[in-house]
């Protein structure tokens, strides 16, 4: 599938708690800069610029932080479809089902975290093409995981199975989120699971009907929400009056967890979530000396 039509949906926010005191509530994780001319969110803006316009999603107090790194990167072209702004903190699930909200239902989408560092991007992106060939032919998700390279608690799990087709995407039996130190080191000794790296490709389609299957009154919320947005120009500010009502709800648990048709692409480069101090100094030793770039 063409890049420029596959639509990124970039997740820019959180709680900035993991790396205290240099992240705080006013400066989560995407708006650190990791030795570079660039915070997280722009490296990822940069990284996404081969693809449709993205949808970003913030709080809205992050506005104003959104608005300068889009300013800082005039030189790139990069233009957002749409900025979707939350009044609370709800977690991926929403946060994404908001970003569809703004979306067609027959669009492609690959949800990007702001807040990882990624190298081998060419890589990156022919996995994600070959992905939205997937999805579009066969509906479900696919999701990009990378070898792990031990049996950490800190990520979720991805099964590789067999091979579909011709491809580099493969069939996914089973995905866990962050499990016991029993289960990580059975799925690292097995050598078919992958650590998953938060990037996944879907349908808008099948996003907003698997967030239905949750409880149906979730997604009668989320739809009230943002048809009631305070919108101008591109910002869609979500009514919280019916956004509050739905409940926090991480994407990998709520959905894809419990989804029937996955499937997993192994990235052939290094990624990390950055989320606590050793693998953040680590990270930047690593840059210091070039082992890994933007």
Request: net charge positive; aromatic share 12%; with cysteine.
């Amino acid at each position: 599938m063409q890049l420029e039509n596959i639509y990124p949906i970039i997740l820019a926010g959180g709680r900035g708690k993991r790396l205290r005191p240099m992240t705080s509530y006013r400066k989560p994780k995407p708006f650190v800069t990791l030795r570079s001319n660039y915070n997280l969110l722009q490296e990822t803006l940069i990284r996404a610029s081969g693809l449709a316009p993205p949808t970003i999603v913030c709080q809205q107090m992050y506005i104003p932080k959104v608005e300068f790194s889009l300013r800082s990167l005039a030189r790139y072209d990069i233009f957002p479809r749409a900025i979707v702004a939350e009044p609370y903190v709800r977690s991926t699930a929403p946060a994404i089902g908001a970003a569809c909200l703004s979306l067609a239902p027959y669009m492609t989408f690959v949800v990007l975290p702001s807040d990882h560092i990624m190298d081998n991007e060419g890589a990156l992106m022919k996995a994600i093409s070959e992905a939205g060939d997937i999805v579009n032919e066969h509906g479900g998700f696919v999701s990009i995981g990378v070898k792990p390279r031990g049996a950490s608690r800190r990520f979720g799990y991805l099964h590789k199975g067999a091979r579909v087709d011709d491809t580099q995407i493969y069939h996914s039996e089973h995905f866990m989120e962050k499990p016991s130190s029993e289960y990580a080191g059975q799925f690292v000794k097995s050598g078919e699971y992958l650590w998953n790296t938060g990037i996944f490709v879907g349908r808008v389609l099948d996003y907003l009907s698997a967030f239905q299957a949750i409880e149906r009154e979730y997604l009668y919320f989320l739809r009230k929400s943002f048809e009631n947005s305070r919108n101008f120009e591109i910002y869609y500010e979500l009514k919280r009056d019916y956004y509050h009502k739905i409940p926090t709800m991480s994407v990998d648990r709520a959905i894809l967890e419990q989804c029937t048709q996955r499937y997993a692409a192994e990235h052939d480069g290094y990624w990390d979530d950055a989320g606590t101090w050793p693998s953040y100094l680590k990270l930047y030793l690593m840059r210091l000396l070039g082992i890994i770039k933007r």
